[in-house]
């Protein structure tokens, strides 16, 4: 594991009501500067299919991820177009952090010019623009909550999503030696940590413990060691959409936005796993819309 260097980080705040922040919006310098730190321009003959609905990457890694410099991308789902990529814009993001397939077929309507990124160029690109994590974080945790502020009480319910778990041992030692004993905290069983609807700008490692987390008062996650919980309020700076309440002892680590992109550009595997976890919680949450 590469050694994570947070010999200048910002310490993370007490737990306090943020300033207003604007919604995420999708910045295409942003993603340009991005996907040319991790790729090359290649060129797209008109008819091309970019890539295929239900399409699955290989064993050996994810699918590509694409921003178009040049030309018309048009998506389509069941043979029925659905919309069209503009220039400057990023497609088939959602298969390329997740191990979902995709979701529309993409095709060059007209002779085009993209950017792909893989597996290795994206993690690349991560070192150099880790903000481009954030800004993408953002723009599906909008998403995210739009679904949820949509659903009935009843439709968050059934099975938790599962335990959720980010980081392995040495990254969390690492990362609470570097943070420091400001950024650690030790809560008792039945602590709640935060409620939905509360401000919020924090993200919490759980360093030793399990968190139970529920919306609506419902339950959809535990979170054990390893796992990152509180990550939609730090990055959209917006209110809690979840209850969290810690179901044995434990002791967790703060995380604010600085250390957060610090933590991305420091270890871009890290950054890959938890644009994955946003990933599959809307994709969760918008088969229970269903």
Known sequence: MDELDFSKPAKPRPEAPPAPAPKPVYNAAV???????????????????????????????????????????????????????????????????SDAPRAATAVAKSASRVIALDDKAFKKALEVKPEFALMLMGMMIERLRAMLAR?????TGGDAVGESRLLDKDM?????????HEALARHGAGTT???????????????????????????????GPGGLFGEMALIDQSVRAATAVAETDCALVAINRNVFLHLVKSNPEFGAKLL???????????????
């Open 31 to 97: 993603a340009m500067e991005f996907f040319r730190a991790g790729g090359k321009a290649e060129a797209v003959a008109a008819g091309t299919r970019i890539f295929e609905e239900n399409e699955k990457a290989g064993f050996f890694g994810r699918d590509k991820m694409y921003l178009l410099l040049e030309g018309e991308v048009v998506l389509s789902v069941r043979g029925k177009p659905v919309g069209a990529v503009k220039i400057g814009e990023i497609f088939g993001e959602m298969a390329a952090i």
């Open 172 to 180: 969390m030692q690492a990362l609470a030696k570097g943070l420091g």
């Open 276 to 290: 994955g976890a946003v990933a599959e919680r809307v994709r969760f949450v918008s088969s229970r819309a269903k």
């Open 151 to 155: 659903q009935s009480p009843d439709a």
């Open 193 to 223: 940590l935060f409620r939905e609807g509360s401000a919020g700008a924090l993200a919490y490692a759980v360093l030793e413990g399990r968190i139970g987390v529920t919306i609506k008062g419902k339950r959809v996650q535990t979170v």
